[in-house]
């Protein structure tokens, strides 16, 4: 079956530094990522998406200097949060699309918790 | 703008009873509805979903209704159970887009 793994699970990082989590897309081709970040509060934001050989779209309120995305190949998306803050706390989820499965389903993976002191 | 709003914000009902949970939506180009759960500290699954094509989807005991006309829909789960406890999404694309749009979800606490 398809699966999505992100990883690490949780991290913990001081505030003004830097953390990186990572998608990895088994059993199909994720042509398409989107990365989003729950708050505490449990309100989704999306922060970008990423498609294979087209340029990473951001949403408003999230720029690539903040939160630059590498999109290498059909099986791996990783996303780095730089000087990260208080506001930047909440679970990141990355939803993968694609290959022959149906358009239609969007797997996502469990989620990096990012915490910050 | 929000583009999905959910409604209400928590809900408690009794082991047995429906619990209804309720959606809108702003834009009428939106042609897929999946709903998704999330239990405590795990990732958010896909539940059910339902295309404009039907105003109605059923699976089990979780049935979705859809008025395309108000753009509203929502989730009915009859003889709810506490193994339903979860925060329960209602998110919205057009399926050609890649990219859901989520409500802010409705927490369900089913009291046995």
């Known amino acids: 079956g398809a699966l999505v793994y992100q990883y690490p699970r949780r991290t913990i990082c001081k505030s003004g530094t830097s953390m990186r989590m990572e998608c990895q897309a088994v059993?199909?081709?994720?042509?398409?990522v989107a990365w989003y970040r729950q708050s505490p509060q449990k309100t989704f934001e999306l922060i970008a998406l990423?498609?294979?050989?087209?340029?990473?779209?951001?949403e408003q309120n999230f720029t690539q200097e903040k939160f630059p995305i590498s999109h290498p190949n059909l099986s791996f998306s990783s996303m780095t949060v730089l000087n990260a803050y208080l506001e930047d706390r909440g679970l990141y989820l990355c939803?993968?699309?694609?290959?022959?499965?149906?358009?239609?389903?969007?797997?996502f993976g469990h989620g990096t918790k990012l915490s910050v002191l | 703008q929000q583009q999905v709003r959910q409604s209400p914000q928590s809900l408690t009902v009794w082991e047995g009873e429906t619990a209804i949970l309720n959606c809108s939506y702003e834009?009428?180009?939106?042609?897929?509805f999946p709903w998704y759960w999330q239990f405590p500290r795990e990732s958010p699954a896909l539940l059910i979903a339902?295309?404009?094509?039907?105003n109605k989807k059923e699976d089990g005991r979780f049935t979705i209704f859809f008025n395309k006309r108000e753009k509203k829909l929502s989730l009915h789960i009859t003889d709810s159970q506490p193994g339903d406890s979860a925060t329960y999404f209602c998110?919205?694309?057009?399926?050609?887009?890649?990219?859901?749009?989520f409500g802010s979800g409705t927490k369900l606490t089913v009291e046995p």
């Open positions: 834009d009428s180009t939106f042609d897929y």
């Open positions: 939803g993968a699309r694609g290959g022959h499965f149906s358009n239609e389903r969007l797997f």
């Open positions: 990423s498609t294979v050989n087209s340029a990473i779209k951001y």
């Open positions: 059993g199909f081709q994720a042509t398409s």
């Open positions: 339902i295309r404009p094509v039907s």
């Open positions: 998110a919205a694309t057009m399926s050609n887009y890649n990219v859901l749009y």
